[in-house]
């Protein structure tokens, strides 16, 4: 059975940071695209950061790139997502998505709360 685990998220204030863990079993996340999403009910789901399993780099979104890093430890087949210099619109339900040939699968989300 695949199961992604997201853990992590809590509440920040504006210009911390937070580091959001994706433990998965399963699966060896190394074969997978690894993506963190991020969801909110005004703005629905956005594609925060990608992880290839082709070697590529990390690829984000514009409105977190330089702020955010996304990261993978095989020994642990957990990947992570740093978020330094949290802003209140990086306030979301984060999900961890990994993606085969012919499989995809999420994890349940962490909440994330940046608000003074």
């Known amino acids: 059975q695949v199961q992604l685990v997201e853990s992590g998220g809590g509440l920040v204030q504006p210009g911390w940071s937070l580091r959001l863990s994706c433990s998965a079993s399963?699966?060896?996340?190394?074969?997978?695209?690894m993506r963190w999403y991020r969801q909110t009910p005004g703005k629905g789901r956005e594609l925060v950061a990608t992880l290839s399993n082709a070697g590529g780099l990390p690829i984000y979104a514009d409105s977190v790139k330089g702020r955010f890093t996304i990261s993978g430890d095989n020994a642990k087949n957990t990947v992570f997502l740093q978020m330094n210099n949290l802003e209140p619109e990086d306030t979301a339900v984060y999900l961890c998505?990994?993606?085969?040939?012919?499989?995809?699968?999420w994890g349940q989300g962490t909440q994330v709360n940046v608000s003074s």
């Open positions: 399963g699966i060896s996340y190394s074969n997978y695209v």
């Open positions: 998505n990994a993606r085969g040939h012919s499989h995809k699968y």
